[in-house]
């Protein structure tokens, strides 16, 4: 007689994969249907529970919103701060943290324009649209080796290859400003030539009907983003013409980011990645039901980041399957998946620092403080609510009915808080009883008929070990065949 096979799902590799965006029958055996705060990449084949988030200091600025967010490293490492700006009574304010946070003596700026920062010998600048200045030391600042002439004030800024590019004035918002290369000799170690007729600037296809959004820079070239075009640098010189690469582009700055080599945006419908070639979405199996959910009006409110291995998108405040919370969906690009987690508070913005933790990813949030992302087992106090839902389980043919009227297997670590539930075709969840201390938990099931099942295990944490999923087996289920309804 052959030996019966015990069906067996121990394995969620391919993390989120919508029921709704495959065939049921395309749909891989080793994803889930949905998840809230599980992630698939920190052991590979488990759901385990995203660790917390902790504030870098006390509050910044209370129940104020962020503006900007970067670090800034000087010559030789030193100083090594965080710049945060976030807004105020009339006027925003920018902050440096050294240790604790300090209010800098820039306390006058707009209370609606995000703040964008490039770090470039030595130096920190800062524009917003209404202002252009720099500092070394974070505290105070002034206009030294900004732009100064023609009334050209820019929304954008970004380091490349010795030198700045700036985009955003309000009066050319098709053209980008070069600075020269940095010079630490001279004085001063940068200038701009902003002449409307001989400056250092380059037009980026004034006919296409849009303005420059944001860049970025991949494989030694230079990606310059519009609101739904691409175009691609290969050189920054004034006769460079601006190489279209897609007709797909990014929001924002802040909804652009880079992760292992390659450059990740949003484009307001989709998430996509490239290498400097053409972009591939990688949002539609996934998440694509989250970003489908985003307001057009908030769209430009999206925000990117990345740390090592994984790149988050923060898309606010929406409601999905009847929770409303402000969520961030996680990609990692290690195994090529997608997570999804929520908190309590709104991860506005993302910069990389460096402090005694390491280098790790950071958020200013909407309560007004400041975050080391991933650290800790709450979100500042508040414990972390979790939940993984399986695919429907077929246990051979979709067609025939099975019945479980015995014990199935439950593999879990830390999972002392923690149930798991179950539905079968067509129902709701109840329901199963079982301790899931222990790291294997036998389970008396009641008797349950269906051509197929959905698992979900939930809890609420605030350990300092992460509850881990590992998945189920199913020892004593009967193949009933072919039941007509």
């Known amino acids: 007689m052959a030996k019966r096979t015990i069906p067996t799902y121990r394995d969620f590799s391919k993390g989120r994969i919508t029921d709704y965006s495959a065939n049921v029958h395309l749909i891989p055996s080793n994803s889930v249907s949905n998840s809230y705060n599980v992630n698939f990449d920190d052991t590979i084949g488990s759901g385990k529970v995203r660790k917390g988030v902790t504030a870098i200091g006390?509050?910044?600025?209370?129940?104020?919103?962020?503006?900007?967010?970067?670090?800034?490293?000087?010559?030789?490492g030193t100083p090594n701060y965080m710049l945060s700006v976030f807004t105020g009574a009339s006027t925003a304010s920018l902050y440096y943290y050294d240790g604790s946070w300090h209010t800098s003596g820039l306390t006058s700026l707009s209370n609606s324009a995000k703040c964008r920062f490039a770090s470039l010998g030595g130096r920190s600048f800062v524009v917003n649209g209404a202002t252009m200045l720099s500092s070394s030391d974070?505290?105070?600042?002034s206009t030294t080796n900004c732009i100064t002439t023609d009334s050209v004030v820019p929304s954008l800024l970004y380091r490349f290859a010795g030198r700045l590019l700036a985009a955003g004035?309000?009066?050319?918002?098709?053209?980008i400003y070069f600075s020269s290369l940095i010079d630490l000799s001279a004085s001063p170690t940068l200038t701009w030539s902003t002449s409307p007729t001989a400056g250092d600037w380059i037009d980026v296809n004034p006919d296409d009907g849009d303005n420059v959004t944001?860049?970025?820079?991949?494989?030694?070239?230079?990606?310059?983003?519009?609101?739904?075009?691409?175009?691609?640098?290969?050189?920054?010189?004034k006769s460079t013409d601006p190489e279209a690469l897609y007709n797909v582009g990014a929001v924002s700055q802040e909804a652009i980011t880079k992760c292992q080599g390659m450059v990740y945006f949003?484009?307001?419908?989709?998430?996509?990645?490239?290498?400097?070639?053409?972009?591939?979405?990688?949002?539609?199996?996934?998440?694509?039901?989250?970003?489908?959910?985003?307001?057009?009006?908030?769209?430009?409110?999206?925000?990117?980041?990345?740390?090592?291995?994984?790149v988050y998108v923060s898309l606010g405040q929406i409601t999905m399957n009847g929770l409303t919370n402000y969520y961030v969906l996680k990609f990692s690009t290690r195994d090529q998946n997608w997570s999804v987690h929520y908190y309590p508070f709104n991860p506005v913005l993302f910069a990389k620092y460096t402090d005694s933790n390491g280098r790790r990813i950071r958020i200013a949030d909407s309560a007004g403080y400041v975050d080391t992302l991933n650290f800790g087992s709450t979100d500042r106090g508040t414990p972390i609510f979790y939940s993984l839902e399986t695919q429907e389980l077929e246990f051979g043919s979709r067609g025939t009915t099975d019945k479980m009227s015995g014990h199935i297997a439950a593999y879990t670590k830390n999972g002392q808080n923690s149930k798991i539930q179950v539905k079968?075709?067509?129902?709701?969840?109840?329901?199963?009883?079982?301790?899931?201390?222990?790291?294997?938990?036998?389970?008396?099931t009641a008797n349950l008929d269906g051509r197929y099942f959905k698992f979900k295990w939930s809890g609420v944490t605030d350990s300092s070990q992460p509850p881990e999923f590992q998945g189920l087996e199913f020892p004593e289920y009967e193949d009933q065949g072919y039941i007509p309804d």
């Open 58 to 76: 006390s509050v910044v600025a209370s129940g104020k919103t962020p503006l900007g967010l970067t670090e800034f490293v000087g010559l030789s």
């Open 138 to 141: 974070g505290n105070t600042w």
């Open 169 to 175: 004035y309000s009066a050319n918002k098709d053209r």
């Open 214 to 237: 944001g860049f970025s820079d991949v494989s030694n070239v230079v990606l310059v983003f519009k609101r739904n075009n691409l175009y691609r640098l290969s050189t920054v010189t």
């Open 266 to 310: 949003y484009s307001g419908n989709a998430i996509y990645s490239t290498n400097g070639g053409y972009p591939t979405q990688i949002s539609r199996l996934g998440v694509q039901d989250f970003i489908d959910n985003v307001p057009q009006a908030n769209w430009s409110n999206v925000s990117m980041g990345s740390d090592e291995f994984n």
């Open 424 to 444: 079968t075709e067509g129902g709701d969840y109840s329901d199963i009883d079982g301790d899931l201390t222990s790291s294997v938990t036998i389970i008396e």
